[in-house]
C-alpha cells in the first residue's frame, strides 16, 4: 500500500530553518515526482515544490523562491524540503504528495489535481 509520511515540522522563530523530509513507501519510489504542499487556516491549499522522479528538475512557487529548496535521496525513498528565512506567512500544515505517473515526469506543476497519493501532513509554525 503506498505511504507518505511527512516529519521535521515545528515552532521556528522568523528567520529561522526547518528541514521536512517525506518518507515513501508502497511504490515505485524512483518513477514518481514528488510534491510538497501547504494549507493555513482559512486558506486553500496551495503548491510549494515539486521535484522530478530523478531529482533534475525542481520548481518553487515564487512566494518561496530563493529560501526553500527541495531535494530527494531515491536510495532513502525520502524527498526533503530546507526551509530557510522563515516567516510568519509560512505558517501552515505542510503536505507531501506523489504526481500522477500519467503526467510528464519533467513538465513539472504545482496544480494539486495532479497528485494522487498524500501524506498526514506536518505543522510548521513560524512565530516569536
Known amino acids: 500500500q503506498l505511504q507518505l509520511v511527512e516529519s521535521g515540522g515545528g515552532l521556528v522563530q522568523p528567520g529561522g530553518s526547518l528541514r521536512l523530509s517525506c518518507a515513501a513507501s508502497?511504490?515505485?519510489?524512483?518513477?514518481?515526482?514528488i510534491g510538497w504542499f501547504r494549507q493555513a487556516p482559512g486558506k486553500e491549499r496551495e503548491g510549494v515544490s515539486c521535484i522530478s522522479s530523478s531529482g533534475g528538475t525542481t520548481k518553487y512557487a515564487d512566494s518561496v523562491k530563493g529560501r526553500f529548496t527541495i531535494s530527494r535521496d531515491n536510495a532513502k525513498n525520502t524527498v526533503y524540503l530546507q526551509m530557510n528565512s522563515l516567516k510568519p506567512e509560512d505558517t501552515a500544515v505542510y503536505y507531501c504528495?506523489?504526481?500522477?505517473?500519467?503526467?510528464?515526469?519533467?513538465?513539472?506543476?504545482?496544480?494539486?489535481?495532479?497528485?494522487?497519493?498524500w501524506g498526514q501532513g506536518t505543522q510548521v509554525t513560524v512565530s516569536s
Open positions: 508502497g511504490f515505485t519510489f524512483n518513477y514518481r515526482a
Open positions: 504528495a506523489a504526481r500522477d505517473p500519467n503526467y510528464v515526469d519533467f513538465q513539472l506543476g504545482l496544480g494539486d489535481y495532479e497528485y494522487d497519493n
